[in-house]
């Protein structure tokens, strides 16, 4: 059985749509009630969550969607999960929703527990955890988890005692206390929407216009020529890759200030599923060694599973590993990885507020990790991935204009490719939400899958067949 | 009956500490196990919150404390509150919680009944909300909505597309795309922990540190003399306001960036409980019209009935209302209120994230607030506090030293004072936990009161007693 017939006997067994447009007519009237105290502008339709099962989303007009979206890539084990529905009856579970701790001075006695379950699934050579709320906050708390870590090495060490000068001078926003140190991060990339989060955020304007932000460099990410494995296009990614390294190297080198921390992710996905090699994430890793950088992988999106691996970098062996890996998302909780007990602050109340997470994520993401590992859900993603990879090369063949740059081979279900425009990008993820699949966009002419860990061949054939009908239709 | 009793008929009558010092043996055990996966040297004790009910915390040792620090400020109806209980077996609760949705893209069909309930305890002047996860998120989103209403504003309204030089500098994080605007927060402010939210905080130097921040200013908040309602203090008082109004303007008119907006709490908590008055929040709001600059006041700390009116600032009526309000804590979600239609940014995606916050906390800050209203707990905590206040002068009169500055008078249970010294204060706070009541400290030698709305007559004798045995053995 797959893990979707295991947990979803019930689950549709092909989408319906029943309005003539989407949204239909009671999604409209909702997204305009919800208008009245909420931002519902970006709103596809209003969902129905009692309706949806596993794979499948049905909206309040009784619109029953194939999802290969799954809220922005978070959704790990399809809707109405019913080992997370179990969950919720568990006095762990209430204590942490009707008894929220402030976790850094109250822990629960149920943390501990909580966090070794969490801990299972960590990255290979990653042994800690710190907890945040959303991608963002992950980012921005990897971020200034690696400018202590960084500060105290250039003062000498963990036991040196912070001058008067930086004690005071850091109450003005000024230095030393409040030191110049910047984050490179990349052109595309995606870390979130706060400010110094926002700051290596490289994506689109919309973004970050009419924000201050951190006078922080940008990279440049590789781009590869597909596929991949021809000897020619080998050569010249290799190409790529060292011209992008050396570009890396030659900003810490001589950027206006210290460059603390390199933060990038395997593949920078709202910025349009742009892959990074393992000889590239390697030679980031030789580079930041070499300078004294703080290196930080961002798998808020990349990670969990589905791209095959339980954590995207894992396929590049980085040796030693990369010092914080961030997650959130399909994890439904946030936070960092990390290893070195020196990038635990050298005294209290340093990396610490209120609540110090959230349990009750926590908690959710610790059975989500157990599910996918006692049901082989990343060697499924994997295999479901290159099944449906081989339609979309037989597609991309047929159709070389509409399918171009097609990538994610070997990534499990974490594939896109690029259409001509994006006005056909926009036109074709339409037709598909018509033709009853709701699938997602990233960049200015990408399609990007990210369906759930459940996501099986028989969801695939489907997939495969209402995107050969919309490419026809557009 | 009292709320206490309404909701919490068994109740501990009394607290009862078994352990000879705190945290006791089992809590040691356990802080220390937790210390091999998390940052566990702030913990006081562990808790075992399953035998936690209403006002009272009970630990791992089986030590029970009266509680008037409730996590840090954030418990509103005590511990194991049956309402909160009953909500968790709700449909609405499975959903946001298995099957979480982001709310921008595909907002369940319960997501305008929720808000629509939060907003019914929205601070009076404000008709909606913007959601995020904690308090410095709150700050954070609260802040991007007054930098992009003011760059509107400047740009000349917000049918004005941006330039292309925009467009183009604000990839590299510079302006005009990314301006230099800056927000006035105040000395000693707390308002979070990332980047903006911490360049605003200013009321201790490890929560900063070692961190880059932006080159924004700190105004001076008023200090005054007590008790305030003297002919003399009075004068002096005012007199105060009227410096630091001062300062505020100067500040504007003179910063080396253009400020876009103030931020300030009502009552600086973390930074030592100093109260501003309705006089000098009025005169924020006088020089912000004046000079067109947002007004912002953080009520994450302050907001929720503890100060005996739904929300801290309502106590100033000021006149037109502010135009942002930021909530957390108590609230147990986050995120901002505001009146203007045009707080909304003129495009869609402009404060936009995957979760666009937590609809599982918003449900139960929507029955937070139910509860508080169906049971008058703001007046019961106004009432509650008086009752209070009144014990606490007649300490004060008998150890001046030990309870000066006094103050929260008619603030509800938001009461605070100070030691003479950091030393005596923490050996107050130590005290009274070994006599069975979990207090906490803010700034260098001030203990603030903070417990939850169901705290009643009888707590408030319990407390008093343990203080007054508690000041005779320090």
Redesign the interface.
Known sequence: MTSAETYYPNEPTTPKVVTAAIPGPESER??K??GT??????????????K?TGNY?VD?DNNVYLDLYA??A??ALG???PK??DL??T?E???A?????????????E??PT??QV?KVAPKGQ????SG?????AN?LA??AA??Y???KKRGGETVP?TTE??ES?????GP??????VLSF?KAFH?????SG?CT?SK????????????P?AEYPAYKYPLDTAENAQLNKIEDDRCLAIVEDLIKTWKNPIAAVLIEPIQSEGGDNHASAYFLQGLRDITLKHDVVYIIDEVQTGLGATGSLWCHEYANIQPPVDLVTF??KC?SAGYWFHDPLM?PN?????????CGDT?RML?FGTIGEEILNNGLVDQTARVGNYMFEKLLVLQEKYPELFANLRGQNRGTFIAWDLPSNELREKLLKTLKLNGCNVGGCAEKSVRLRPSLTFDEKHVDIFIAALTKSVTQI
Chains 1, 2 share one sequence.
């Open positions: 909702q997204i009630e919800l105290v909420f931002d519902s502008r970006c709103a596809y339709f209003v969902a129905d969550y009692d949806s989303i309040v809220q922005i978070s959704i809707y109405n999960n997370l529905i919720l009856s006095n579970m209430k204590n929703l009707v008894n929220r701790p402030a976790s850094g001075n109250f822990p629960a006695k943390l501990a966090l070794e801990l042994t800690h955890v710190w709320l959303s991608g963002s906050d921005e971020i200034k400018f202590m960084y500060a105290q912070f930086e004690m850091v109450m003005d926003n000024q206390g409040a030191p110049s140190f910047a052109k979130g929407r706060l400010f110094a700051s490289c304007p919309i973004h970050k216009l009419d924000l201050p932000a951190f006078d922080w940008h959130s998302k439904q635990v005294k209290p109340y340093r990396q610490f507020n209120t609540w009750a959710i």
